[in-house]
């Protein structure tokens, strides 16, 4: 059974940079579609970036709220899927969930968890002085 294990969370002041990594384990897995959600206390979980592999129509998909501060990437030598979270706000403090499908996904369909049938046990992230 694959699971998806997120590693990097942690306490962050404003501002600053966090790297959260995302690594399959318990068998063979190479997702077509790797994605981080993420739930701020209180609140729905909620899309964050989405990397559709090179062959299914490479691209990433960014939330507004994290355009031009966030960054996914993949690291396919080590099969590895980051979120690069740069200048953070403390609107970004949430438990950062991974997701991944193996099915292709269409732009539309990248922003909804429904489409994603594994995930990790999360992350948490706090940004505070």
């Known amino acids: 059974q694959v699971q998806l294990v997120e590693s990097g969370g942690g306490l962050v002041q404003p501002g600053k940079s966090l790297r959260l990594s995302c690594t399959p384990s318990?068998?063979?897995?190479?997702?077509?579609?790797t994605a981080w959600f993420r739930q701020p206390p209180g609140k729905d979980r909620e899309f964050v970036a989405a990397?559709?592999?090179?062959?299914?129509?490479?691209?990433?998909n960014y939330a507004d709220s994290v355009k031009g501060r966030f960054t996914i990437s993949r690291d396919n030598a080590r099969n590895t899927v980051a979120l690069q979270m740069n200048y953070v706000k403390p609107d970004d403090t949430a438990i950062y969930y991974c997701?991944?499908?193996?099915?292709?996904?269409?732009?539309?369909?990248?922003?909804?968890?429904?489409?994603?049938?594994?995930w990790g046990q999360g992350t948490q992230v706090t940004v505070s002085s």
């Open positions: 997701a991944a499908t193996s099915r292709g996904l269409i732009v539309s369909s990248l922003r909804d968890p429904d489409n994603y049938e594994f």
């Open positions: 990397f559709r592999r090179s062959g299914f129509g490479g691209m990433t």
């Open positions: 318990g068998g063979d897995f190479s997702s077509t579609v």
